[in-house]
């Protein structure tokens, strides 16, 4: 009887432990002060200019442990068969880069953006919802990014406060082991079908090519998916910046947009940067897990002239 009551308490200490090691969407700077140094966390610094993605603020400074990726040059988004940019890669591809950086199955991956406006903060989304859409559930964001992290400064000297460390960071090789999310995945047929039978379609891009007036450069028609509703991706966050609004605010912004904060629904953009933002907002923050993510996006929509674009001007 001793030995099964024994049992029975390191089973529920065990599921406590899990359940307090889950990783949270977000997390805060001291969340992250608090976890430096800790087995198993993999701090994941993404800051780069999005044109080059140069490394020289990361390794100026860094959180200590952080490990860099380049965004657009590491392989987190490829062009597919059909030319379409910015796609998600094929899971082995992902395995090799995951694993290559230094980070396991078991490991808790908190994304360090540069925390400074709404599309740095896609940077982060868009690598979040990629582990999430190939089965890694450990993963978090670092709410502000850098920018929240070095904003404790010195009164006199005006230097940061928080631990820092500069240089190139590497772990060791590790084994990572993906399974395609297939659910939250959403097609090019899956969207036109929402499209045309009331179904709920969100364009994250900004409200000037929403309504046609501009367009992304590899885009070949203006406008949007027909009738679609527009919540721009820098809604989602405080005044644009790298701070995401709070639950109850985003609600009134959806309201204010006219889409549901549950059921399905079908984020896009241009190429699935800021549709990610979407995305994010909607099932990590609003909690609609059946919130999906159209990764062809504009890019591709436009280039099937079979398609229809709805657009505000002519």
């Known amino acids: 009887m001793r030995k099964f009551t024994s049992l029975m308490a390191v089973a529920i200490f065990l599921a406590f432990a899990g359940a307090a090691s889950a990783a949270t969407p977000l997390v805060d700077v001291d969340w992250v002060k608090a976890n430096i140094g800790k087995s198993g966390v993999v701090f994941l610094d993404v800051r780069g200019k999005l ?108 230097k940061p406060l928080n631990p820092l460390e500069s240089g190139q960071i590497t772990r060791a090789a590790a084994t990572f082991t993906g399974t395609l999310q297939k659910a939250m995945l959403a097609s090019k047929t899956e969207i036109a079908m929402a499209s045309t039978s009331g179904g709920v379609t969100v364009d994250n891009r900004p409200n000037n090519q929403y309504l046609g007036i501009n367009k992304h450069g590899m885009a070949k028609r203006s406008g949007t998916v027909p009738n679609s509703r527009n919540v721009p991706e820098n809604w989602l966050t405080q005044n644009g ?18 889409v549901p904060t549950s059921g399905d629904q079908i984020n896009f953009c241009n190429t699935g940067h800021w549709a990610s933002l979407g995305w994010f907002a909607s099932s990590e923050i609003l909690g609609n897990k059946k919130a999906k993510l159209y990764d062809g996006s504009m890019v591709e929509w436009s280039a099937d002239k079979s398609l229809p674009i709805q657009s505000a001007i002519k």
């Open 51 to 158: 044109g080059g993605q140069s490394k020289t603020e990361y390794l100026a400074a860094h959180i200590p442990g952080a490990i860099w990726t380049n965004y657009l040059k590491d392989g987190w988004r490829v062009k597919d068969k059909n030319g379409t940019v910015g796609q998600l890669p094929p899971v082995a591809k992902l395995e090799k880069l995951i694993g290559g950086l230094g980070i396991g199955n078991t490991d808790h991956v908190v994304v360090i953006p540069v925390g400074s406006k709404a599309l740095d903060m896609g940077t982060a989304t868009r690598i979040y919802w990629t582990f999430k859409v190939i089965g890694h559930n450990n993963v978090s964001i670092l709410d502000g990014g850098m920018k929240a992290y070095l904003s404790a400064t010195d009164k006199k000297t005006k």
């Open 241 to 258: 910046g790298g701070k995401f609004r709070d639950k109850e605010t985003i609600k009134k912004l959806y309201d204010l947009a006219g």
